[in-house]
């Protein structure tokens, strides 16, 4: 389930947020905005003049030369018109291009920054919509909203200054139309933040639903006949479609008024009303009204598309407000003194961890571990084994206490010195969309192909690379590996654990879930991958850590024993059982009887 990323309480508001996105292309943006401008003014003169033509040829005799000049200038005008909305637009295209690029890089580096803990609270669905479809939606803002400020603004207010010029009679009578114009914006815009805001999280619902459905297929197409896993996707389809609805419906009969108000017609029918009264007075000319109908209609033709600008600056802000909140989320502070680890030792003092603030994952936790020993982790689900383990390499920070990893707190070594110096071997493999030769230099990108090679010697890999890929250290292994077998992608990942040579390696029990043939080579090479360094391995078989320096048992984070495995099981406390059950464990039986299978 992914959390809805909401703007920070104390943070900019939505406006402030779009600004500050676009800071990056002001500048362009608003050389784009000004060529609008540019453009808006000559387009009404060209208008204007061309309404002075069709004056001049209803006097009783017209002068042809001031006729000709005229509709030479409109006709200027009007190509400068075009012209110059053409490179606004060009200006503020190419701008957006360049943001979009921009934010994404940001985006993806702060993430790459924030803790671990705030990347998985926010799920896929919601960040994916933010680097994605949020950062998309500004491309509305930039590219085609800018113009259209500078137009959409313009152009009214240089027709109504021509208006104003010719009768301002007239002029009054097309603003009577705006309280009008801007009673149906408002009615049609009530509820916004609400409805806008149900919007949003179901559209991140919908997000986070294709990730799992896509992600999940193996396990929905083996357990699930696709009622149940479409049953889930289908209802927050629902819930979008719902949503989409009501927002719709909320302001269907205002946009309907509205949008027949800002039509040309109403504007037409009250000049010509007023113009023809006071013609008939005596009080203006035919020739000043037909002039008055051409130049007329123009603040209320822009006032439709302020409207639709007005739709996507709304949508366009609610994505930089969600984009800013990711952004203010802190980064792990990096140290102003940095210290580097003298070795490869660990020291655990006191540590005290909750992930929300609320029950504590870790209370008062004490750890020893010399530098090249073996220090095993064992202990039921929810003890603390994998918090103690993230924790060595900084994912989170500690709620008190301290961890010193070489004799230095982590807190005060930079983060990439930190992750040089440990390197972690997780349970589940996880590999990138790439070749092998890319996924295993993840670890050192500067390394050749030689140590590349030697890596994968040293994992047990080599054979099966260049004996069973297609195309060697070139193949590409899918989406997460899926074209590599779960042994094969674990013999990757300690390749690239060994290329990063780190004196500390964090170990979530690579063969806890391998197959027989693989589980012999990936021992080997853990057994080549741990030599002379200091290893810290979470347990799910005792009998692997057997032979461990010490074992260290946690219990809902505490540390409930510690010792070697024959002081523990001396001991007989809690270690003895989890011992006895494993034994038990492993007499498992299928079936009963002389038909029973043991292991």
Same mark, same amino acid.
Do not use: C
């Given at each position: 389930m992914s959390a809805t990323i909401s703007p920070p309480?104390?943070?900019?508001?939505? +406006?402030r947020a779009l600004i500050a996105v676009m800071e990056p292309v002001r500048d362009r943006l608003?050389?784009?905005?000004?060529?609008?401008?540019?453009?808006?003014?000559?387009?009404?003169?060209?208008?204007?003049?061309?309404?002075?033509?069709?004056?001049?040829?209803? $006097? &009783?005799?017209?002068?042809?030369?001031?006729?000709f000049w005229l509709l030479g200038g409109a006709?200027? +005008?009007?190509?400068?018109?075009? !012209?110059?909305?053409?490179?606004?637009?060009? *200006?503020?295209?190419?701008?957006?291009?360049?943001?979009?690029? $921009?934010?994404?890089?940001?985006?993806?580096?702060?993430?790459?920054?924030?803790?671990?803990?705030?990347?998985?609270?926010? +799920?896929?669905?919601?960040?994916?919509?933010?680097?994605?479809?949020?950062?998309?939606?500004?491309?509305?803002?930039?590219a085609d909203s800018v113009p259209l400020v500078g137009f959409t603004l313009a152009q009214p207010v240089a027709a109504l200054v021509a208006l104003g010029l010719l009768d301002w009679r007239l002029l009054l009578a097309v603003l009577a139309l705006g309280p009008i114009v801007m009673i149906g914006m408002r009615?049609?815009?009530?509820?916004?933040? $609400?409805?806008?805001?149900a919007y949003d999280e179901a559209n991140e619902a919908i997000n986070a639903a294709v990730v799992?459905?896509?992600? !999940?297929?193996?396990?929905?197409?083996?357990?699930d006949d696709g009622t149940s896993s479409f049953r889930r996707f289908a209802a927050r389809v629902h819930a979008f479609t719902k949503a989409t609805a009501a927002w719709q419906d909320s302001s269907r009969g205002a946009m309907i008024f509205s949008r027949a108000m800002m039509a040309p017609l109403p504007a037409l029918v009250i000049i010509l009303a007023a113009g023809v009264w006071l013609t008939a007075a005596g009080s203006m000319s035919p020739g000043t009204l037909v002039v008055a109908l051409v130049i007329g209609t123009?603040?209320?033709?822009?006032?439709? &598309?302020?409207?639709? *600008?007005?739709?996507? *600056?709304?949508?366009?802000?609610? !994505?930089?407000?969600?984009?800013?909140?990711?952004?203010?989320?802190?980064?792990?502070?990096?140290? $102003?003194?940095?210290?580097?680890?003298?070795?490869?030792?660990?020291?655990?003092?006191?540590?005290?961890?909750?992930y929300d603030g609320g029950r504590p994952a870790l209370d008062g936790v004490d750890l020893d571990i010399p530098a090249g020993t073996v220090c095993a982790l064992v202990g039921s689900s929810g003890s603390g084994k994998s918090t103690v383990a993230r924790l060595i390499p900084r994912f989170w920070d500690v709620t008190e206490g301290e961890i010193l990893v070489g004799g230095a707190d982590v807190r005060r070594i930079p983060s990439e010195v930190l992750l040089r110096h440990v390197s972690m071997v997780f349970q589940d493999p996880f590999l990138l969309e790439d070749t092998i030769a890319a996924n295993i230099r993840l670890a050192r990108p500067e390394a050749s192909d030689a140590e590349v090679e030697a890596a994968a010697r040293a994992a047990q890999a080599h054979d099966f690379i260049v004996s069973e890929l297609p195309h060697g250290y070139g193949t590409r292994v899918g989406e997460r590996g899926a074209r590599l077998s779960g042994g094969q992608r674990q013999r990757i990942t300690i390749a690239r654990a060994m290329l990063a040579e780190a004196p500390i390696v964090v170990l979530d029990e690579a063969t806890a879930f391998a197959d027989p043939e693989n589980e012999a080579a990936i021992q080997d090479a853990v057994a080549e991958l741990t030599r002379g360094r200091t290893v810290v391995v979470i347990a799910h078989r005792l009998s692997t850590v057997a032979d461990a320096d010490q074992i260290v048992v946690l219990d809902a984070g505490h540390v409930a024993e510690r010792g070697t495995h024959q002081q523990l099981l001396d001991a007989g406390g809690r270690y003895a059982r989890l011992w006895e059950h494993h034994q038990r464990a492993r007499t498992w039986a299928l079936g009963s009887g002389d038909k029973a299978v043991t292991r």
């Open positions: 309480v104390t943070g900019p508001d939505p +406006g608003v050389a784009a905005i000004a060529v609008a401008v540019a453009a808006a003014v000559l387009g009404v003169t060209g208008f204007a003049l061309v309404a002075l033509a069709l004056r001049e040829l209803l $006097e &009783p005799q017209p002068a042809a030369p001031t006729v006709l200027a +005008g009007l190509l400068a018109r075009f !012209g110059l909305r053409a490179l606004s637009f060009r *200006l503020s295209h190419l701008a957006s291009f360049d943001l979009e690029v $921009e934010l994404r890089a940001r985006l993806a580096e702060h993430l790459a920054r924030i803790p671990l803990g705030e990347a998985q609270r926010l +799920g896929s669905g919601a960040v994916k919509k933010v680097v994605q479809d949020d950062v998309r939606a500004l491309h509305v803002a930039v009615l049609a815009n009530r509820d916004y933040a $609400e409805t806008r805001r799992e459905f896509v992600q !999940g297929m193996p396990v929905v197409r083996t357990f123009l603040p209320i033709e822009s006032i439709m &598309p302020l409207m639709w *600008l007005a739709h996507h *600056l709304n949508d366009s802000k609610a !994505g930089a407000a969600r984009i800013a909140a990711l952004l203010a989320i802190p980064p792990l502070p990096e140290p $102003e003194r940095p210290e580097r680890p003298a070795d490869g030792s660990i020291r655990f003092r006191n540590v005290r961890f909750s």
